[in-house]
């Protein structure tokens, strides 16, 4: 009987040890931990990236941009066409000379030159399409309301820019869109999941009389209020803060795009539009999992570390989806064939004005 307790004990102890093994922990040289040593290097370039790139962690213009630049760098991958690039392979940094003169790339340079000094710092400790991704996985941290985005390690860089015609435009029709889009991997669903990025976005040289107007009411928080207003019937506006022209929103001071319109409405999309309206988890969930997916477009899984536990905690959402102040559920289009649209309060207070961006 001694004899199997002192195996048992040995087992035990042998077990013990696995799980320690397993979780045991390295302290980095600024004195963080991680799970593997590889993603220590991560640590002073995210402080970094908080403190002057963000200003401070803020989810505003430049947060907002650094999103917007990961996408256009990794949508550009076909699984039909190798030719395309390597998807989330910095090409749109390396290759600027050529990707930046795509005309679906017009507006992207400013945030390319946001993210030279700090690329041009890295002197090697990771790649740049790594940073790319990175700096986008830490804005996201900023806006209240996401889900603590992942983040790999280990991207190779491209050796040859992405071919003009692999972003989707706010001109382009559903077809186009989904057909881009499908050939990149992702299905209708993961499309409009993507598209709660623009909760957080507003105009950035879609029109040059019109920037900085937002997407929505709320753009420094990442709530459903997008999929809400997108939803709503639109009235034609001047431009605000200084800026001429004409836009196309439910709200003074917002500008709606033309794809979202019509991805709000078309019967493949329309009820997977209006399932995100005030279910800020279902939103939230949906997104990290295809903007997981699209950060490691074109490059092989198996070679990636998992680095997610550098990122910051973003603060949670906690409020609820509301009709904007002097609109009612008269004013939705209904889309969604299948499925009522939400009852939803209404916003009080006098009817207001949207507030552009703040351009950094």
């Known amino acids: 009987m001694a004899f199997k307790t002192l195996v048992l004990f040995a087992a035990l102890a042998t077990v013990s040890s696995g799980i320690a093994a397993l979780t045991r922990r390295v302290t980095c040289p600024d004195g963080n931990t991680a799970t593997n040593a590889a993603c220590c290097v991560l640590f002073p370039i995210v402080a970094d990236i908080q403190a002057n790139m963000f200003d401070g962690g803020a989810c505003g213009d430049g947060a907002h941009a650094a999103l917007r630049l990961s996408f256009h760098d990794a949508i550009g991958w076909s699984n039909s066409n190798p030719s ?18 795509f ?18 710092a890295l ?4 790649s740049t399409a790594d940073f790319i991704q990175l700096a986008a996985a830490v804005s996201l941290t900023n806006c209240p309301g996401t889900v603590r985005p992942t983040f790999m390690l280990g991207r190779k860089d491209a050796t040859f820019p992405a071919p003009d015609g692999t972003v989707p435009e706010p001109f382009h029709t559903v077809d186009t869109i989904l057909a881009r ?19 957080i976005a507003g105009a950035d040289n879609i029109d040059p009389n019109l920037v900085g107007l937002p997407f929505d009411s709320t753009p420094s928080t990442f709530d459903t209020q997008f ?17 001429q022209g004409e836009v196309e929103a439910p709200l003074h001071g917002e500008m709606r795009l033309q794809s979202d319109s019509e991805l709000a409405r078309d019967s493949r999309t329309a009820c997977l539009w209006q399932a995100n309206v005030n279910n800020q988890a279902h939103m939230a969930q949906t997104f990290q999992a295809a903007f997981a997916k699209m950060q490691i477009l074109g490059q092989d899984p198996s070679q990636l570390i998992d680095c997610s536990e550098v990122m910051p905690i973003p603060q949670p959402f906690t409020g609820r989806a509301m ?9 939705v289009e209904q889309a969604c064939a299948s499925t009522p649209f939400p009852t939803l309060p209404t916003a009080p207070g006098p009817v207001t004005s949207v507030a552009a961006i703040p351009q950094s």
Do not use: K
């Open 103 to 120: 005309h679906a790339n017009t507006g992207i340079d400013s945030a390319v030159s946001n993210e030279t000094p700090f690329i041009q």
């Open 181 to 199: 889009m499908g050939d990149a991997g992702f299905s209708p669903a993961e499309v409009v999941a993507l598209l709660a990025s623009h909760s």
């Open 84 to 101: 395309f690039g390597n998807g989330a392979d910095g090409s749109i940094f390396i290759f600027q000379n050529v990707e930046l003169n």
């Open 227 to 243: 999929f809400v207003e997108t939803q709503l019937r639109g009235t034609t506006f001047p431009g605000t803060g200084g800026n």
């Open 123 to 126: 002197n090697g400790s990771i």
């Open 323 to 331: 009709l904007p102040a002097g609109l009612t559920h008269n004013d």
